[in-house]
């Protein structure tokens, strides 16, 4: 089965630009995630999708950040404007439904997109 | 609350060494736990997994025990290689967001 891609692979952007990443999860899979990994962290989750819906963007700079997950199946997320402290790796995963699955609560990630903002 | 605690790295062992990364976590109910691994340059690959007390987690030569008595989740391996060299994360499910640990770098010399 076909894991979850992530494009583009590497950024490198001025302060002050926009940017956006794209996602595509796992075929099946109703939850998608976005995860923020600055270096030497752990991933810090930034918004939860469960199919077209938002479960939670409680850690989501909302003034800067964007994300959405039309028809329930890609997703991408923006920075506008991006600021130096926005360098990290943004990381997608996605799991299956865990309100009908048995298997419990296992995601699954993509390579990552590492985004340098000079 | 929920909270995950790993040993702070880098790890730094001679290969065929024996391998333990400490993990304990504090949560309420009856979660699942997770040991997750990040080759450089790559994302999250989810290593081994427990979702009960007393289970075992198993892959790669890896093992994890779930042990709800000591709030644990130690990551071992008897018998570490070069290709091991990576960044182990442990983490815990409570729901269907994960918690994570800092983090634990291992760095295996030949």
């Known amino acids: 089965e076909a894991g979850v891609a992530q494009s583009p692979r590497y950024k490198i952007i001025e302060k002050r630009q926009s940017v956006a990443f794209w996602c595509n999860p796992i075929s099946g899979h109703a939850t998608l995630y976005w995860y923020q990994q600055i270096l030497g962290q752990g991933p810090k989750l930034l918004i939860q999708f469960q199919n077209n819906g938002v479960v939670d963007d409680s850690q989501l700079p909302k003034d800067r950040f964007s994300a959405e997950r039309l028809k329930g199946v890609d997703s991408t997320l923006k920075i506008q404007p991006a600021k130096l402290e926005d360098s990290a790796v943004y990381l997608c995963?996605?799991?299956?439904?865990?309100?009908?699955?048995?298997?419990?609560?296992?995601?699954?990630f993509g390579p990552g997109t590492r985004l340098t903002v000079t | 609350g929920n909270s995950v605690t790993q040993m702070e790295g880098p790890v730094t062992l001679s290969e065929e060494a024996f391998l333990t990364i400490n993990c304990t976590y504090t949560?309420?109910?009856?979660?699942?736990l997770f040991w997750y691994v990040q080759y450089p340059g790559e994302g999250l690959q989810l290593l081994l997994k427990?979702?009960?007390a007393d289970d075992k987690g198993s892959n790669k030569g890896f093992e994890a025990t779930y042990r709800k008595e000591t709030t644990s989740f130690h990551l071992e391996k008897g018998s570490v290689q070069v290709s091991d060299s990576a960044v182990y994360f442990c983490a815990l499910g409570p729901n269907y967001q994960l918690i994570w640990g800092a983090g634990t770098k291992l760095i295996i010399k030949p």
């Open positions: 995963a996605s799991s299956l439904d865990p309100t009908t699955s048995a298997i419990s609560y296992e995601q699954y």
């Open positions: 427990a979702t009960k």
């Open positions: 949560a309420t109910g009856y979660p699942s």
